[in-house]
Every structure is written in C-alpha cells, then in structure tokens.
C-alpha cells in the first residue's frame, strides 16, 4: 500500500508539472504570435523647411559692375528661416560660367564670422559646409558677400565675366546632430 501511495503522490506532482509547463507554453505561443502594443492618441508631423534667401532676389544685378584688379565690392542680403523647426544651412553657387569663376575671391559673411572665403568655382555644393550657428525660426540673418578682384589678376583676364546663382539648403536640427544634408 505503501508503493501505491507513494506512486499516486509522484503521478499527481507529476500532472501538476505537466499542466503547469502546458500553461507556460500557451503563454509564451500567445505573446509570440499575438505581440501587440496600443498607445493612444499619438500625434506625427513632418517638419516644413521654407528659407527665404534675399526674397529671390540677386546679390548682385547683372551689369551692376565693372570690375577691374583691386577693386572690391560689398553686398548685403540675408537668409530668413520661415520653418517650423530651427535649421543649419549651407550657401553654395550654381550654373557658374565666365573666366573670372576662379578669379574673383569670393568671402560669404554674417559680420562677424566667415562662412566662406574662396573663389567662384570652388563654392559648389558639394564644397559648402555648414554654417556654424543654426538659424531659429523666424529668424533673419543679415549677410555680406564681398568679391574682390586680385590686383596680380592684372589684364589678363580683360573683357571675362562672371555668372552664377546663389542658393541656400537647409536641414532640420532636430535629430540632426552632424548637420547632414540630403545631397
């Protein structure tokens, strides 16, 4: 009677295992398969990137100077960032034609600090970094481009000319935090 007892007790521990291990399994198969989160009343939005550069207008007019060695010229415009985020934003030149693009040195400023300094063809996009300091929303930034015609340039390059446009690209800073721009 002994045995049977005792075999009755390990047959019911060993049901009780079962039937536990049976439950675990169909706990785990149903998170496995049926794996689902809800979160209500969540929101998503796209941030809008709007600059206005100098509102589309030229920096410089064409016919606006005759240039000759030694001579420098000052202009002044600006960049506004009309986005709903604050951006970095980088100025580069495009469409650049004339015999004087890798004559006249071209230096890009806020005033203060240098955002460019070099020649017309090196100002490309694939060359233009960056500004330092990110643009708030709203926020105008008074610029200066100033072109000078090296004196050592002499006559040589008589009768050339310049053309280019100017553009602006901007990146959200939020989650941006190496100022990577989509090229």
């Not at 005792?6 to 049926?34: D, E, G, P, Q």
């Not at 203060?112 to 500004?131: C, D, P, R, V």
């Not at 008074?142 to 340039?153: H, N, Q, R, S, W």
């Amino acid at each position: 009677m002994y045995n049977k007892k005792n075999n009755l007790n390990k047959m019911a521990t060993s049901l009780v295992f079962a039937m536990f291990l049976l439950i675990c399994l169909c706990v785990s198969s149903y998170a496995l398969f049926y794996d689902s989160v809800s979160v209500k009343e969540n929101i998503f939005q796209t941030g809008i990137i709007d600059i206005n550069l100098n509102d589309g207008k030229p920096v410089i007019e064409e016919d606006e100077f005759l240039f000759e060695p030694g001579m420098t010229v000052r202009k002044n415009f600006f960049i506004e960032n009309n986005s709903n985020w604050a951006v970095y934003y980088r100025l580069y030149l495009d469409d650049i034609d004339g015999g004087l693009s890798d004559v006249l040195e071209i230096t890009l400023s806020d005033g203060a600090k240098i955002l460019y300094q070099g020649t017309a063809s090196e100002l490309t996009k694939s060359n233009a970094g960056a500004a330092d300091d990110l643009l708030e929303i709203n926020e105008k930034r008074d610029l200066v481009m100033t072109i000078y015609f090296p004196k050592e340039a002499g006559n040589v390059v008589q009768d050339h000319s310049l053309y280019f446009n100017m553009y602006a690209d901007a990146v959200q800073t939020k989650n941006n935090p190496n100022k990577e721009f989509n090229d």
